[in-house]
């Protein structure tokens, strides 16, 4: 199964990727099934009325990564990529007050989201700990159509049959076409680039290249580049309070305000890269924390490592320009894709290592490629910065994406930079290879207590008062 840079790199909104794109999506595909119409039903039934039941991870982290809020925007027509996140409240809102949703295409449907939108802590679904489950009733309460729901991380959603197909390592799609260097490991993309004589980077684009023309490749590169630019702009430019009851107060533009003002004086800074690191993580996620226009990188929860490492090439390495950051997102999708494909990038699934530790093994890798390193060398660069997430629990405080997430994603960003710096003093050669610390990460994830594993349920999330 091929996984493109633009599986992993999504626009859309915060703060989660799993627990708010994935929900919205999850409930389009619903609404598009409803609207085909070839689902068998009763002669003359009609749809009147929808529910959604949510389990796992999404019941008990839901509230706080505004799974309850994803749902509704879904249920009206709204896509992660389209929808404005300044008019978030509004829709909701307006759901709220009338107690229906009005999708275009559609009648309206009854959905009272404080009867209709099921937190079920109780019973998990058994494919996966982001499930959920959609229905249709008529105007009586009968179930005319019932459809499960998993999301996977990454925005990624798939339904029980998707889901069985992914374990049985089936290919997603049978009439996808073939690519010109189908790597299902960094064994085998190690091998076809040694070779071929290509890039990392450069195997990534032909493989792309098959899906789409140069041109629109090249435009959906910058588009992403752009919107990770964007992101870390107007982090740095919000003060105040973050939304959702921890009084947490944005840091970002503190922190940044200050570093332009020492750079002013000319006041020397030991630990400046580490700086401009940390502040550049912080404000995305600070962003991704409030709802606002991120880019899964490879998830919401992790989305401030890669743009951190971007930015800082950019204010570091002036000469860097659209091309080298075209080669950081190929390479670095090129690893996220084996991360992915044989292990996970879900926190609900493995921890934070699946996050945090997947963005800062993409950072690396995408860094390490454009300063000159070698394919073997950007394999090391990853498992470097892998190797050093391995069993990171994901505890959100209060089931927000705030506390510890904002702060875990500078010290991604700078593990990140680290990891590459070390990478390319070497030759490539190095003792644990990354398959093997990817199968460590799936292993460890597996083995861990599910209350580390975004429930809220363990960690920092119930030590904290205790403290």
Same mark, same amino acid.
């Given at each position: 199964?091929?996984?493109? #840079?633009?599986?992993?790199?999504?626009?859309?909104?915060?703060?989660?990727? /799993?627990?708010?794109?994935?929900?919205?999506?999850?409930?389009?595909?619903?609404?598009?099934?409803?609207?085909?119409?070839?689902?068998?039903?009763? *002669?003359?039934?009609?749809?009147?009325?929808?529910?959604?039941?949510?389990?796992? /991870?999404?019941?008990?982290?839901?509230?706080?990564?505004?799974?309850?809020?994803? !749902? !509704?925007?879904?249920?009206?027509?709204?896509?992660?990529?389209?929808?404005?996140?300044?008019?978030? $409240?509004?829709?909701?809102?307006? #759901?709220?007050?009338?107690?229906? #949703?009005?999708?275009?295409?559609?009648?309206?449907?009854?959905?009272?989201?404080?009867?209709?939108?099921?937190?079920?802590?109780?019973?998990?679904?058994?494919?996966?700990?982001?499930?959920?489950?959609?229905?249709?009733? $008529?105007?009586?309460?009968?179930?005319?159509?019932?459809?499960?729901?998993?999301?996977? %991380?990454?925005?990624?959603?798939?339904?029980?049959?998707?889901?069985?197909?992914?374990?049985?390592?089936?290919?997603?799609?049978?009439?996808?076409?073939?690519?010109?260097?189908?790597?299902? /490991?960094?064994?085998?993309?190690?091998?076809?680039? $040694?070779? *071929?004589?290509?890039?990392?980077?450069?195997?990534?684009?032909?493989?792309?290249?098959?899906?789409?023309?140069?041109?629109?490749?090249?435009?959906?590169?910058?588009?992403?580049?752009?919107?990770?630019?964007?992101?870390?702009?107007?982090?740095?430019?919000?003060?105040?309070?973050?939304?959702?009851?921890?009084?947490?107060?944005?840091? @970002?533009?503190?922190?940044?305000?200050?570093? !332009?003002?020492?750079?002013?004086?000319?006041?020397?800074?030991?630990?400046?890269?580490?700086?401009?690191?940390?502040?550049?993580?912080?404000?995305?996620?600070?962003?991704?924390?409030?709802?606002?226009?991120?880019?899964?990188?490879?998830?919401?929860?992790?989305?401030?490592?890669?743009?951190?490492?971007?930015?800082?090439?950019?204010?570091?390495?002036?000469?860097?320009?659209?091309?080298?950051?075209?080669?950081?997102?190929?390479?670095?999708?090129?690893? %996220?894709?084996?991360?992915?494909?044989?292990? /996970?990038?879900?926190? @609900?699934? !493995?921890?934070?290592?699946?996050? #945090? %530790?997947?963005?800062?093994?993409?950072?690396?890798?995408?860094?390490?490629?454009?300063?000159?390193?070698?394919?073997?060398?950007?394999?090391?660069?990853?498992?470097?910065?892998?190797?050093?997430?391995?069993?990171?629990?994901?505890?959100?405080?209060? %089931?927000?994406?705030?506390?510890?997430?904002?702060?875990?994603?500078?010290?991604?960003?700078?593990?990140?930079?680290?990891?590459?710096?070390?990478?390319?003093?070497?030759?490539?050669?190095?003792?644990?290879?990354?398959?093997?610390?990817?199968?460590?990460?799936?292993? *460890?994830?597996?083995?861990? $207590?599910?209350?580390?594993?975004?429930?809220?349920?363990?960690?920092?999330?119930?030590?904290?008062?205790?403290?």
């Amino acid at each position: 199964m091929f996984l493109s #840079v633009f599986d992993l790199y999504k626009i859309g909104i915060g703060p989660s990727s /799993s627990h708010t794109m994935g929900p919205m999506t999850a409930a389009a595909r619903f609404l598009a099934e409803l609207k085909d119409g070839s689902w068998p039903r009763p *002669t003359g039934a009609t749809v009147s009325q929808l529910r959604v039941h949510l389990h796992g /991870s999404l019941a008990f982290t839901g509230v706080g990564h505004a799974t309850d809020r994803a !749902v !509704v925007l879904g249920l009206c027509g709204f896509l992660p990529s389209t929808v404005d996140p300044d008019r978030v $409240d509004e829709l909701v809102a307006a #759901v709220e007050a009338r107690g229906e #949703v009005r999708p275009e295409g559609h009648p309206a449907y009854r959905f009272q989201p404080a009867h209709d939108l099921v937190f079920d802590r109780k019973a998990p679904l058994p494919g996966h700990a982001n499930g959920m489950a959609f229905e249709a009733l $008529d105007r009586t309460g009968r179930l005319l159509l019932r459809r499960v729901y998993y999301s996977i %991380g990454g925005g990624f959603v798939v339904d029980e049959e998707e889901l069985a197909r992914k374990e049985i390592g089936a290919p997603a799609h049978d009439d996808a076409p073939p690519v010109p260097h189908p790597f299902r /490991s960094a064994a085998e993309m190690l091998r076809m680039a $040694d070779r *071929t004589g290509l890039s990392i980077a450069e195997m990534q684009r032909e493989n792309e290249l098959v899906f789409l023309p140069a041109r629109e490749l090249d435009a959906r590169l910058d588009a992403v580049a752009g919107a990770m630019e964007d992101c870390v702009k107007r982090g740095i430019r919000q003060d105040g309070i973050m939304p959702g009851g921890l009084k947490i107060r944005r840091r @970002a533009k503190g922190i940044h305000d200050k570093l !332009v003002a020492d750079e002013a004086r000319n006041v020397f800074q030991p630990l400046l890269a580490n700086d401009w690191l940390s502040v550049y993580a912080m404000a995305v996620n600070e962003e991704n924390a409030c709802g606002g226009r991120v880019v899964t990188a490879p998830t919401n929860g992790a989305a401030g490592v890669v743009p951190a490492v971007m930015a800082y090439i950019r204010h570091f390495h002036i000469d860097a320009g659209r091309e080298e950051m075209r080669t950081f997102l190929l390479t670095s999708a090129a690893i %996220g894709g084996l991360i992915k494909r044989n292990a /996970s990038i879900s926190g @609900a699934e !493995v921890g934070c290592q699946g996050e #945090v %530790g997947s963005a800062s093994a993409m950072a690396a890798a995408g860094l390490a490629a454009i300063m000159g390193g070698t394919p073997s060398q950007i394999e090391n660069a990853a498992e470097i910065a892998l190797e050093h997430h391995l069993g990171m629990t994901c505890d959100p405080i209060g %089931g927000l994406v705030q506390v510890p997430c904002i702060e875990r994603n500078a010290f991604g960003a700078v593990k990140a930079v680290t990891a590459a710096s070390l990478a390319l003093k070497g030759e490539g050669l190095h003792f644990v290879p990354l398959d093997n610390c990817i199968e460590t990460m799936r292993q *460890t994830g597996r083995d861990m $207590d599910h209350r580390y594993k975004e429930t809220s349920l363990g960690g920092l999330a119930v030590n904290l008062p205790e403290c």
